[in-house]
């Protein structure tokens, strides 16, 4: 029987970057266009299978999804507690999301030190309207030492590998 590991993973990021629909997107395979602001925080499961050589475990995610307004009133540090993965999202056609994934990082790494973190870059499916390079996102990851994905919650490219490759990184077979 494989092991059963329950994690809790945050997503972050200013308000409509897209982490709601990513969500969306990963558990239940759907896209919304019409954008509903998250009030405090909504919580969604979803169970993936991850493999390291020959061990196999199943990894129930916890996925915390916080209100993007930067306010310690809004964003109270419980929200963080126990998370052990991090999902920080921007929006690929707002240069200012990117700019603000710093803050998010450090709001972060002040209570986690060491707490996995992987960079999205959202809603690359909106190509003419980019105004985040790659050279931006791989200066970025290499800053900090992350991965990163681009992806889109709308067509779903890449949500589930990045998902799948957080549950990889949190999880110690």
Not at 19 to 33: A, G, M, N, P
């Amino acid at each position: 029987m494989a092991r059963r590991f329950i994690k809790k993973v945050c997503m972050l990021g200013d308000p409509g970057v897209g982490k709601t629909s990513l969500i969306r997107r990963f558990v239940y395979d759907e896209f919304e266009d019409e954008y509903l602001e998250t009030i405090g925080t909504k919580i969604t499961r979803k169970e993936v299978t991850v493999k390291k050589g020959n061990e196999e475990a199943l990894v129930v995610l916890m996925i915390w999804d916080i209100v993007g307004h930067k306010s310690p009133k809004a964003v109270p540090a419980s929200y963080y507690a126990g998370a052990e993965g991090v999902l920080v999202v921007c929006d690929l056609t707002r240069k200012e999301t990117y700019e603000e994934l710093d803050y998010w990082v450090d709001l972060l790494t002040a209570m986690h030190e060491n707490i996995p973190i992987i960079f999205l870059g959202n809603k690359v499916d909106l190509k003419e309207s980019r105004q985040i390079t790659d050279e931006m996102m791989q200066k970025l990851a290499i800053s900090r030492d992350r991965k990163y994905f681009y992806t889109s919650a709308k067509s779903g490219e890449s949500v589930e590998m990045a998902f799948h490759e957080m549950a990889q990184m949190i999880t110690s077979l």
